[in-house]
């Protein structure tokens, strides 16, 4: 049953993917040892969505999402590629999808970060300016949807105070490493409605 909602998530995410697209476009899992399992945040905490996803931040519904994607940042140099999902520091961060802790990363832009990549090595999800990782989380640690990875945060560029996940797909082709692939709007699939709505 748990491969069907994996295989039914893909498909939705892969249709999105391809109408972002058609229509947006800007011209393997680790090896070495597991850390113990990380509790599942709250019971009934993890809002599943139509699509399969969790909502990756505690207690935030579908509508009060809004969509960032594309948005100019740094002056227009750069777009963002990715939502932002307001919400109060130190809320729980969930697991959007199943899969392994690939990279846990600070970096300038993001702070502090976490990617992790389905099972099938197709997709990878980044979690970025977040306060801090939930108590054990490791690379290389298999995960579930729903479970509890992290708090909100304000790390990074986000800016003291502007407190935010910012929340990114990316569909990885075959042997592209956690930094690559080609990002795709998640609001669509979070939100259940058309970019732009």
Do not use: C
Not at 87 to 105: M, N, R
Not at 145 to 170: E, K, R, S
């Amino acid at each position: 049953m748990r491969s069907v909602k994996l295989l039914l998530v893909l498909i939705v995410v892969a249709l999105v993917a391809a109408v972002v697209y058609v229509y947006a476009s800007p011209s393997s899992t680790l090896d070495g040892p597991k850390a113990p399992a990380i509790p599942v945040a709250q019971s009934g905490s993890a809002q599943p969505l139509p699509s399969g996803l969790v909502m990756p931040v505690q207690g935030v519904k579908s509508d009060q999402l809004t969509d960032t994607w594309h948005q100019s940042r740094e002056g227009g140099a750069r777009v963002h590629e990715a939502i932002d999902i307001m919400a109060p520091g130190g809320t729980p961060v969930l697991a959007a999808l199943p899969g392994t802790v690939e990279k846990l990363f600070q970096s300038d832009r993001g702070g502090t970060t976490i990617y992790i990549r389905t099972d099938d090595s197709k997709w990878t999800a980044y979690y970025a300016h977040l306060r801090g990782y939930a108590p054990g989380l490791a690379e290389g640690q298999r995960i579930t949807a729903g479970q509890l990875i992290g708090y909100v945060g304000d790390t990074g560029d986000a800016g003291p105070g502007n407190f935010h996940l910012h929340f990114a797909l990316n569909r990885m082709a075959p042997g592209e490493r956690w930094w690559q692939g080609t990002a795709i709007n998640p609001y669509p699939i979070l939100a259940g409605k058309p970019s732009g709505s």
